[in-house]
């Protein structure tokens, strides 16, 4: 297959293209969230709000290297993604940020579950689990259930 996409069961690369393309938006989103939100949180939370976006980054970088790989164009960061009500505080944004992991991890279970490279697959899993983590991290934090379901579903 061209590429090393993989078998012939393998989404041609431009719907893999496609697929990668999704999940590197949501990428995108969740670093801008950060991003806007970094400036409202306090020193307990700041170090980890800063450390789970520079994962974000890096799963953005190697999203778009893959998507280059396959003969694709990435979508590039816009200044701006909407975020919902913005937030306020400490709280507000601790609670978005968990939301945004959680919805993230989702979108690659979603996107691994489309596709058979192994290495591409490989690397959404790989995201999927750092992601929920940073979810389970981030509910803590706020006093909920860091592993509300036993299976992540989209």
């Known amino acids: 297959s061209p590429q090393g996409t993989g078998t012939g069961a393998t989404p041609r690369p431009p719907d893999a293209i496609r697929i990668l393309d999704q999940v590197l938006v949501t990428e995108h989103t969740v670093i801008h969230a950060y991003t806007v939100g970094l400036p409202l949180l306090g020193p307990a939370i700041l170090p980890l709000a800063t450390a789970f976006r520079q994962n ?18 990435p979508t590039p960061a816009r200044d701006s993604y909407d975020l919902g009500t913005p937030p306020a505080d400490e709280g507000t944004m601790t609670s ?23 290495v591409v697959v490989q690397l959404l899993a790989s995201i999927m689990g750092d992601e929920a983590q940073h979810s389970a991290v981030l509910r803590t934090v706020l006093q909920e259930d860091p592993a509300p379901a036993s299976f ?3």
């Open 56 to 73: 974000h980054v890096d799963h953005r970088d190697r999203l778009a290297h893959v998507i280059t790989g396959l003969g694709g164009t």
């Open 96 to 118: 978005l940020a968990a939301t945004l992991e959680e919805q993230s991890a989702r979108a690659h279970y979603a996107a691994l579950r489309q596709l058979d490279d192994p």
């Open 152 to 154: 992540v579903s989209t």
